[in-house]
């Protein structure tokens, strides 16, 4: 079976981390682990680096955190769906919402189960993922205020997530003006002005005015070290908290056949590009040139095969269902070794909830 290696101390570092460097300005830090799916044991490391809030996309998955003991203050970031308002009501203290109908159905949920419901309103700034249009902006708030068993917690957007807007002073102190606004004409305090996810790394990094933005939301950088505008290293974050390894599996040499008609592959998807990738793979692959092949233990099936990088110097080619199909040069492998990858955050979230690929913690 393939193995997730999940550091756990690194991970907890890295929450430490990125808390003290957004404590720094007075940020708060949602840290956002949807991508573990709810994994206890991961939350229990945000918690002991200092993690307040955590959040989460799948009410489920905050029911398993507390359940297994992992006591934090659990932030819902999937706007609710109708049929989890118990749920949700029960278990959540902050859910994101764009949606007044959804809020009064909150609203009358907590009434029933005699709760505060706290919600973060989201703001469509052009991502155009959730948010409510900002010119309903007051007539929205003075709804929800008007509402019993709610509480207006907090404004928020989401960039650089669908539409992939980049984070920008302008559009920050956007947000800040709303929340602004918001707080003299209805007189009160928001508790979260969240500007963003993990994305938002370089702004909050090098933008000198911050406004009144007061929040992030943070998955990936957490977890993989790296911002999500160039995807570069954050300096004292580990880049290295998961590593994946896979078994060689057949060990080969290929001939590349040409002259055959050529369709598509298992997926539908066109394979015209595949000895082009062989040929990148090694300098010179001519016509009818045998070359090394592996397969390994892991497919499409359990992980995102384009989200997998090598750490040995090997190309990979594609994925069936159940393999990694790999040219491995000139390396001399052996049948039963192991390679190691690194993944993306696609990969990631696959990983974390296949159930073919063994997790094994260093703690
Ligand atoms: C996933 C998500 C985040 C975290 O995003 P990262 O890129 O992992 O930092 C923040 N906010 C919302 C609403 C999300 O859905």
Not at 141 to 151: D, M, P, Q, T, Y
Not at 211 to 234: C, K, Q, S, Y
Not at 285 to 293: L, S
Not at 343 to 356: C, D, F, G, R, V
Request: aromatic content about 6%; proline content about 3%; charged content about 25%.
């Amino acid at each position: 079976m393939p193995k997730l290696e999940i550091n756990l101390q690194k991970i907890q570092q890295n929450a430490n981390t990125l808390k003290n460097l957004l404590a720094g300005r007075n940020f708060s830090l949602i840290a956002v682990n949807k991508v573990t799916h709810g994994n206890p044991k991961i939350a229990k490391a945000l918690i002991k680096g200092g993690i307040e809030y955590i959040g989460e996309s799948r009410v489920v998955n905050i029911k398993k955190m507390r359940d297994n003991g992992v006591e934090a203050q659990y932030v819902l970031i999937q706007v609710p769906n109708l049929e989890e308002i118990p749920l949700i009501v029960e278990y959540v203290d902050f859910s994101v919402n764009s949606e007044l109908e959804t809020i009064k159905l909150l609203a009358k949920e907590a009434k029933k189960q005699n709760k505060i419901h706290n919600i973060i309103l989201m703001i469509e700034m052009g991502d155009l993922r959730e948010g409510i249009d900002p010119s309903n902006l007051f007539s929205i708030v003075e709804e929800i205020l008007s509402l019993k068993n709610i509480r207006l917690s907090g404004i928020g957007t989401n960039m650089k997530c669908f539409r992939g807007i980049v984070p920008s002073e302008k559009n920050m102190l956007q947000l800040s003006e709303y929340a602004k606004q918001i707080e003299l004409k209805f007189n009160l305090n928001l508790k979260f002005v969240s500007g963003g996810n993990s994305a938002n790394f370089k702004w909050f990094t090098s933008c000198k005015n911050l406004g009144g933005v007061n929040n992030l939301r943070i998955g990936e950088a957490l977890f993989l070290g790296r911002e999500t505008i160039n995807f570069d290293p954050i300096p004292n974050l580990y880049t290295d908290v998961f590593n994946l390894s896979a078994e060689i599996v057949e060990l080969k040499k290929k001939e590349i056949k040409y002259g055959e008609k050529v369709v598509s592959n298992a997926f539908g998807e066109s394979v015209q590009d595949v000895p082009m990738k062989i040929k990148n793979g090694r300098d010179e692959v001519t016509k009818g040139e045998i070359r090394n092949q592996a397969l390994l233990n892991i497919g499409r099936l359990d992980i995102a095969i384009n989200g997998i990088i090598p750490c040995e110097d090997v190309q990979i080619l594609g994925g069936s269902s159940d393999y990694c199909i790999l040219d491995i040069k000139d390396n001399h492998f052996v049948i039963g070794q192991t390679l190691n990858f690194k993944l993306n955050y696609e990969a990631l979230l696959k990983a974390m909830i296949s159930p073919y690929i063994e997790k094994i913690y260093v703690v």
